[in-house]
């Protein structure tokens, strides 16, 4: 079964029959038994501890809109550094607007995936986050910026662009408008030369404030117990599956797994410009996508 990679995640009722995944079969030699052993931290040590990080000021410049373009996993990273560069312009963040993907046309807002009642609360001693405009900037949406040239929109962030950036292109219109909307916004803040309270806020955004909504969350835990737990020989329809085991207590042993996404989208397909053996007819095909998106 083929799934599309982003289902409109707030459709009441949804249902994806776990039975119909696909499950492969690995077998292991013992000299391979140690993939399964836990990789060695090499040093590493997460980056959440506590730090001398500013205190929260009284008083914020204004409001910062980002509408963030991409998949999920770009808009999560564009989540992180909108974070980020809130706390660099002293900005009052509203709630992250998802663009809609031109290849998924997924509508979900940051709402209908994310619990916003805890990003919130988790990142409230950090900066200001409201879920709306205040009625006297809620003329400030996409379709406003969508019809002509407004001063309150930075529509020319450099990808990865320094703190120095922000403080010297959008601060002074959050002093001038009360308001700066960045649009687009995907991979605009630099990893590099950036405050260790600032590379540290963008990691407890990733590790802590964002969380998914509680129907999401239970998907997954169904999904990852499927593949621990898959069904027995009873319930699978060749003998390609995994097979059921049980310890001496009749109890069933979790099994392992390995998560692989080829990425072979049609959207991918295309930017890379690789020949894929499908002839000139592809490849006329994928250059016409190509000018579509």
Not at 133 to 147: H, I, K, N, V
Not at 209 to 219: E, G, K, M, N
Not at 229 to 237: D, R
Request: hydrophobic share 40%.
């Amino acid at each position: 079964m083929f799934l599309k990679r982003h289902l409109p995640l707030c459709v009441p009722g949804l249902v994806i029959f776990l039975s119909d995944l696909f499950l492969v079969p690995i077998q292991l030699t013992g000299e391979q038994s140690d993939l399964w052993a836990p990789l060695a931290d090499q040093g590493w040590r997460p980056y959440l501890g506590s730090v001398n990080a500013p205190s929260l000021p009284q008083k914020s410049e204004g409001y910062l809109q980002v509408f963030l373009d991409g998949g999920l996993n770009q808009q999560r990273m564009g989540i992180c550094d909108a974070v980020a560069v809130a706390k660099i312009v002293n900005a009052t963040l509203v709630i992250p607007h998802l663009e809609v993907n031109p290849v998924w046309q997924d509508s979900s807002s940051f709402m209908d995936i994310f619990d916003v009642d805890h990003f919130m609360n988790v990142l409230k001693d950090d900066i200001p986050i409201i879920k709306a405009l205040p009625d006297e900037f809620s003329w400030s949406t996409r379709e406003y910026y969508a019809t002509a040239i407004r001063g309150t929109r930075i529509k020319r962030a450099p990808v990865h662009a320094s703190a120095n950036w922000y403080l010297e292109n959008v601060f002074p219109v959050l002093q001038s408008n009360g308001i700066a909307a960045i649009s687009p916004f995907s991979h605009r803040l630099s990893f590099d030369n950036l405050p260790s309270e600032i590379q540290q806020l963008r990691c407890k955004v990733n590790f802590k404030a964002l969380v998914f909504v509680p129907h999401i969350r239970a998907l997954g835990d169904a999904l990852v117990h499927r593949l621990r737990y898959p069904p027995g020989q009873s319930q699978a329809s060749s003998t390609d599956y995994l097979r059921e085991t049980t310890d001496q207590n009749g109890k069933q042993n979790p099994q392992k797994f390995v998560v692989l996404h080829l990425r072979f989208d049609k959207d991918m397909a295309a930017h890379s410009a690789c020949d894929f053996g499908g002839g000139k007819a592809e490849k006329l095909a994928l250059a016409k996508y190509r000018q579509t998106i």
